[in-house]
């Protein structure tokens, strides 16, 4: 016999007979062996399995990129915490297509890094600045401050680094970047420059999203809208009490030339200061008199001044008494139909969100204080009307809790159209795929009306910008864009045609959004030209809610500084949510960090953080309050361990391409034990192997080895799951691979094929040595299959087994023999279901009779007695074919039968020790009345389907011919279970 045992060069007979010298040879191998590789642990503990692995590891391992190299960056996690759920689902999404790619032999390169995340890093550490020290960063200064915020950086960003390594994901971390390093401000100055160059970005004044308490303009994605019902009291920053909205006011407006009103409804009375008309729609017939006067102007309550009645097509007519008033300076709606009509717009509020010191009366105060003394004097004046509970929206900045005023301020903005109808182009000629495909509709709506992207920021983290106000002798000035002074007073000379006296650059900083947009060519090195040699990406993939905020602009920015799409496949994941759906908050007490999951935390703990961060300032004592109660409701006994392996499969369990994500705890704990299940599997296999003397790797492959109907079906059965594994991880359908992995460990490997060779194992028949390769076979190839999904696991579990055993895999797969043992296991899974009905065991020795319909289904069951009495754990299996007669006097014979659906009947016989047991159950006849009356319901159900006229239009053949095939079915297993009588 050759030193290395190949089982495809061995008979099931001369592997039986070569036994003996095999346990001798094999004998100093396994020693050797023992002392390089520990003893298997008895269960599964995903703390030990997982410490130090991958932490410090590098991720682009060796593997020959045969098929070239695939490129991807991860979404960069903001430096303002822990990595989140989301982050923990996007980021293993990308690192099980990494590692795919990587076992197809690809060269993989995928690049970390995070986000200086402007707005909310500052507000994070102001408010822990102002908790720990009472200091602001006004008064602490900018320089300061920013050496503040960089320390947060370092700590935070450091931290979630270490959680994306411990999360097992293969980043290459010599690339890796943070979005204001040294690198990344270069290429933002630049794609500023040549931007503001070509004419794209220019600086106006318009309406922006405004943050009082910031005193900065804020992207739509910072704006949570809250729905009210009605009246409600809110905190707003700034204000000592809480302010009620949800209440819509009318208001009365008296013509200048006569004694009539017109009553306006609104929901802020605050910007009345600011109307500048008072807008009706044309086709309202309360207003129709109004329509043929030349012109018609109403008395402004405070201004002392007349303001006109306009007739507007986009007035709701429906909303309050049909009559508007239109304060363009505080109101997008109002702004455009101002703008149509030509009326100059009046600021009412300052930055800080105060009455300006135009309106003498009301001047200094904050905008809700303002309020309730401007309806005080309305009333006065007797032109308050009616105030009425009202349903509406309220525009909230999601950072810092302020209600968003709309404010007109000179900002800097970029022109989208022609970037949008390039990045349209891009995926309507199909050089741009997006996953799902129904994202491409939003993709062309959004782009086809996307309009000019306010890209500064008044803060004092990020970039800033790099553009300079220049002033000549003259005093005419210029705005000019430059990378520094000396470069900006060149080019203002050259603008002004004159010497510059001064140059001031804008204190302002940049939308994070336009940084990160550049981020697939920034990475790379850009504008040096050797970015064109990693550029584009092969992929992107992020959550649908970023579609527009950063997708979008990648795409439009990366065409029009690189003259291509930035990525060629776009793979948009949904939302992760808690168990019931709502979306995970501190407010609901509902939130879970991957680290939570992974080591499991006690209440006390999980509460201690939520302590934390009210005592950082970034919890007020309200939202603790009620973050406590939320989080006792949902884990009232803490989160149970589940290791990093069982939350990695349970995140990719759902599929990601759903619009949100329910994640669930206890469905990851239900994960960690089908994990263990495949670790007892493997120590199973490695003791069968000790038990047969058999060294695991000596396997070379089982090509051409005579292999049982059962192992050429384990064989069958992985060679379909690895190919669903594949192509699902193609198709981003993680959830169908997951699925078929669970099904292939659980139902065809553990629960059948395993528990098929303990007989043939533990005689140590030769039939026995060819289970023993067989499982250890299926466990190396779908551990290597799975070991996308389950990293820290899988690498443990291959150790023991044989990684480079050879199988054309493609070859095993056989319908026919599916087929076949799926018939068998029907049949097991009645006789098991029937025995836990009746509360039969082992010590009651059961005895199965299977009664075939036909001789040659009973020749066909007598090949699989030793199997079926296996998975059945009765003591005896006898098959054999009656007539109706025959049948019918024979079931007077057992105490219980009953039919495997339209297979076969059988019965059961069990000792005299049951009868005790036999007492306390129903008679079998009532489980078998009651087995009969389901059938026939759902026989008729089906009837019913197939009869019905739109059902045969609609329903496919192959689909009609499955519902035929089904009611024959019931037909025989009702018929089968009447001739058991009862």
């Known amino acids: 016999m050759q030193s290395n045992l190949k089982i495809s060069r061995v008979t099931s007979k001369g592997l039986h007979l070569l036994s003996c010298r095999y346990k001798h040879k094999f004998s100093l191998r396994q020693k050797h062996s023992i002392a390089a590789v520990p003893t298997l642990a008895p269960g599964y503990d995903p703390r030990a399995v997982e410490k130090d692995k991958y932490v410090h590891r590098k991720a682009r391992e060796a593997c020959g990129g045969k098929h070239g190299s695939y490129r991807m960056l991860l979404p960069p996690p903001n430096v303002t915490g822990i990595l989140h759920l989301g982050h923990a689902l996007n980021a293993t999404l990308q690192d099980v297509i990494c590692r795919q790619h990587r076992q197809m032999g690809y060269e993989v390169e995928w690049i970390p890094g995070t986000d200086h995340a402007g707005i909310a890093t500052q507000v994070i550490v102001e408010k822990s600045l102002l908790k720990e020290r009472g200091i602001t960063r006004h008064q602490l200064g900018r320089i300061p401050f920013l050496l503040e ?68 303009a804020i992207s739509d994605i910072e704006v949570d809208l809250l729905e009210l019902k009605g009246p409600t009291a809110l905190a707003v920053p700034g204000h000592e009490k809480s302010i009620e909205f949800g209440r819509i006011y009318d208001i009365k407006y008296h013509l200048c030339d006569s004694d009539e009103e017109i009553v306006v409804s609104t929901t ?11 807008a009706v729609h044309p086709q309202d017939p309360r207003y129709e008199k109004y329509r043929n006067r030349e012109q018609v102007f109403l008395n402004h309550p405070f201004r002392k001044e007349p303001i006109p009645l306009i007739f ?61 003394q401007i309806l005080d004097a309305l009333s006065n004046l007797q032109l308050l009307d009616v105030v009425k509970p009202h349903s509406m929206v309220l525009p909230i900045c999601s950072r810092t809790k302020d209600v968003v005023e709309y404010m007109l301020r000179p900002q800097w903005f970029l022109h989208c159209k022609p970037l949008a109808d390039a990045a349209m182009s891009e995926v309507r000629s199909g050089r741009l795929k997006i996953q799902p495909e129904n994202y491409e509709i939003d993709w062309f709506r959004w782009l086809g009306a996307c309009r000019d992207w306010c890209i500064s920021r008044q803060l004092w983290w990020g970039h800033q910008i790099p553009a ?59 504008p040096s030209s050797e970015y064109k040699m990693r550029y584009p990406l092969d992929l992107m993939a992020t959550g649908h809610d970023i579609l ?60 201690a953080d939520l302590q934390g961060s009210h005592d950082a300032g970034l919890l007020s004592a309200e939202e603790l309050n009620k973050s406590l109660k939320g989080l006792q409701k949902m884990f009232p006994k803490g989160i149970q361990q589940c290791g990093t392996d069982a939350l990695r499969f349970t995140l990719c369990s759902h599929n990601i391409k759903n619009h949100f994500i329910n994640f669930d705890v206890a469905e990851c704990y239900t994960n960690k034990l089908f994990l263990n299940k495949i670790w007892q599997a493997t120590r199973y296999t490695l003791g069968a192997a000790e038990k047969l003397n058999l060294s695991l790797s000596e396997i070379e492959t089982l090509e051409n080895c005579t292999l049982g109907k059962w192992d050429r079906w384990i064989l069958s059965r992985l060679s379909d799951t690895l190919t669903t594994v594949a192509q699902s991880i193609d198709q981003y359908d993680l959830h169908m691979a997951t699925s078929a992995i669970k099904q292939f460990f659980y139902n065809s490997l553990c629960d059948v094929y395993l528990e098929t060779t303990k007989p043939a194992i533990s005689k140590g028949t030769a039939n026995g040595y060819i289970n023993c390769a067989t499982l250890a076979t299926c466990l190396s190839w779908g551990l290597q299959s799975m070991s996308v999904f389950t990293p820290f696991i899988a690498e443990e579990l ?36 029937l025995k836990s009905q009746n509360k039969i065991s082992r010590k009651h020795e059961p005895c199965a009779h299977i009664f075939a319909p036909d001789k040659k289904s009973a020749a066909d069951l007598q090949l699989h007695l030793k199997e079926m009495r296996a998975l059945t754990l009765t003591k005896q299996v006898v098959v054999e ?59 008729e159900r089906y009837r019913m389907r197939i009869n019905d006229e739109g059902f045969q239009r609609s329903a496919s053949e192959q689909v009609q011919k499955r519902h035929n095939q089904k009611i024959q079915q019931l037909e025989l297993e009702i018929k089968n279970i009447k001739n058991l009588g009862g």
């Open 149 to 216: 915020v960089w320390k947060w950086k370092r700590k935070k960003g450091d931290g979630i680094i270490d959680d994306l390594r411990k999360l097992g994901c293969t980043l290459d971390w010599d690339s890796e970047y943070f979005t204001m390093d040294e690198r990344q401000s270069r290429a933002v100055d630049m794609a500023f420059i040549r931007l503001f160059e070509e004419g794209l970005i220019q600086r106006q004044k318009s309406l922006v999203n405004w943050s009082c308490a910031l005193e900065s």
């Open 268 to 278: 802020r009375p605050e910007t009345l200061l600011g109307d500048v008309a008072v």
């Open 312 to 372: 507007d097509v986009n007035v709701d007519q429906d909303f309050g008494t049909g009559a508007v008033k239109l304060t363009p300076a505080h109101d997008r709606a109002d702004y455009e139909v101002a703008q149509v009509h030509l009326l100059e717009p009046i600021q009412v509020f300052t930055e800080q969100g105060k009455i300006t010191d135009r309106f003498e009366e009301f001047k200094g105060l904050l905008r809700f204080d303002a309020r309730q």
């Open 468 to 526: 300079y106000l220049a002033t000549d002798v003259d005093g005419n000035t210029c705005w000019v864009a430059a990378l520094n002074e000396d470069e900006a007073r060149k080019r203002a000379k050259t603008v002004l045609n004159a010497e510059v006296s001064s140059v001031e650059r804008d204190p302002d900083v940049l939308d994070t959004w336009f940084s990160s947009s550049l981020l697939p060519f920034s990475v790379f090195n850009w």
């Open 548 to 607: 527009f905020f950063w997708v979008a602009r990648m795409v439009m920015l990366g065409v029009k500084l690189t003259g291509q799409a930035p990525f060629k496949k776009v793979v948009l994941n949904g939302i992760v949510c808690d168990a019931h759906g709502r979306k995970m908050s501190k407010s609901l007490g509902n939130v879970v960090t991957p680290q939570q999951v992974i080591q499991g935390a006690s209440l006390e703990s999980l509460e």
């Open 798 to 833: 291959l150790q023991y087994l044989p990684r480079g055993i050879h199988l054309q895999i493609s070859r095993y797969f056989d319908a026919d023999i599916e087929a076949e043992i799926d018939v068998i296991l029907a049949i097991c899974q009645a006789i098991r279901q």
């Open 881 to 939: 074919f009656l007539t109706p007669a025959e049948l019918k006097e024979r079931r007077q014979h057992f105490q219980f039968f009953s039919t495997a659906g339209h297979y076969c009947s059988f019965g059961l016989q069990v000792n005299a020790i049951y009868e005790k047991t036999r007492q306390e159950q129903s008679p079998i006849s009532d489980l078998n009345h009651k087995k009969l009356a389901r059938l026939q319901t759902e026989l």
